[in-house]
Nanobody, 126 residues
Framework: QLQLVESGGGLVQPGGSLRLSCAASGFTLDNYAIAWFRQAPGKEREGVSCISRSGRNTNYADSVKGRFTISRDNAKRTVYLQMNSLKPEDTAVYYC???????????????????WGQGTQVTVSS
């Protein structure tokens, strides 16, 4: 059964860092583009970042550009989101998602992602 499991969330002070992980089971990551989304209370879900099948192409929302870095290790079936210089407005539940994608060096945040994890809470507060 295809499954995504996020981990690494928690409470961090403003300016701090966290690294989220998204572990896949039941399938190999090689054929899938992966994205991170987040949803804060009372707000719509927001696409944060995506990474291509090869890992050579990434995209970021303007709100996180320069602070967050997405990466992947297909051999470990894991995708990471390194979050630096965290702000209170980064507080949200973070989800990873996967979609089988035909192009190896491209990713798009705005397409429908098919497989989703259960989410991990990130809280940025002093």
């Amino acid at each position: 059964q295809l499954q995504l499991v996020e981990s690494g969330g928690g409470l961090v002070q403003p300016g701090g860092s966290l690294r989220l992980s998204c572990a896949a089971s039941g399938f190999t990551l090689d054929n899938y583009a992966i994205a991170w989304f987040r949803q804060a209370p009372g707000k719509e879900r927001e696409g944060v970042s995506c990474i291509s099948r090869s890992g050579r192409n990434t995209n970021y929302a303007d709100s996180v550009k320069g602070r967050f870095t997405i990466s992947r290790d297909n051999a470990k079936r894991t995708v990471y989101l390194q979050m630096n210089s965290l702000k209170p407005e980064d507080t949200a539940v973070y989800y990873c998602a996967a979609v089988r994608f035909p192009v190896q060096d491209m990713c798009v945040i705005t397409i429908p992602y098919v497989y989703w994890g259960q989410g991990t809470q990130v809280t940025v507060s002093s």
